[in-house]
């Protein structure tokens, strides 16, 4: 059964770095499928973020792209989210989880809530 | 990017009704939507994948429907466990985007 676990600080000061982490287990991240982050304002919706495929390419939201970077430690079966220079607006809960084209997102994490405050 | 609009905002239905929602993409998805379920403290679940295939486990008073840029879910007979928020994401062009959501509630 495959299972995504993010983690990470609950709050961020404003101007610094978000750092998450997605530990996967019961799936290899290097079999395929995308492997992205989505997050949710508090009572808002949904916002892809960015995702990664292992065979090297990295996929960014235009309106985030400065900002981001995505990378995986295959090793450890791991994939990991930075997002600088955060303000408020990037208060959200964040999602790990595994997509594709053709079957959508079909594995989520529980989420992790991120509070940028000072 | 391709815009994803949802309708109506909000649907207030009774238990045993038939829910008929209701999502646009600005320009041709190609079968490639998808929609959500969320609940209050939970992540997301995957309901319909390729506009009309249930995904594992989803019951089959969901339905998905649609092609090009107009698609609907269809609840065909609400039951207590179905009053929640519900999205449509399209995976055609990147970047992946969202409908803002409509929420069913309890009438």
């Known amino acids: 059964q495959v299972q995504l676990q993010e983690s990470g600080p609950g709050l961020v000061k404003p101007s610094e770095t978000l750092s998450l982490t997605c530990a996967v287990s019961?799936?290899?991240?290097?079999?395929?499928?995308?492997w992205g982050w989505i997050r949710q304002p508090p009572g808002k919706g949904l916002e892809w973020i960015a995702t990664?495929?292992?065979?090297?390419?990295?996929y960014y939201n235009p309106s985030l792209k400065s900002r981001l970077t995505i990378s995986a430690d295959t090793p450890k079966n791991e994939f990991s989210l930075k997002l600088s220079s955060v303000t408020a607006a990037d208060t959200a809960v964040y999602y790990c989880?595994?997509?594709?084209?053709?079957?959508?997102?079909?594995?989520w994490g529980q989420g992790t809530l991120v509070t940028v405050s000072s | 990017e391709i815009v994803m609009t949802q309708s109506p905002a909000t649907l207030s239905m009774s238990p045993g009704e038939r829910a008929t929602l209701s999502c646009r993409a600005s320009?041709?998805?190609?079968?490639?939507l998808a929609w959500y379920q969320q609940k209050p403290g939970q992540p997301p679940r995957l309901l319909i994948y390729?506009?009309?295939t249930r995904a594992t486990g989803i019951p089959a008073r969901f339905s998905g429907s649609g092609s090009g840029t107009e698609f609907t879910l269809t609840i065909s007979s609400l039951q207590s466990e179905d009053f929640a928020v519900y999205y449509c994401?399209?995976?055609?062009?990147?970047?992946?985007?969202f409908g803002g959501g409509t929420r069913v509630e309890i009438k």
């Open positions: 019961g799936y290899s991240i290097t079999n395929g499928y995308f």
């Open positions: 320009q041709s998805v190609n079968s490639r």
């Open positions: 990664i495929y292992l065979s090297g390419s990295s």
């Open positions: 989880a595994r997509h594709s084209y053709n079957y959508g997102v079909d594995y």
């Open positions: 994401q399209q995976s055609d062009n990147w970047p992946l985007t």
């Open positions: 390729g506009t009309s």
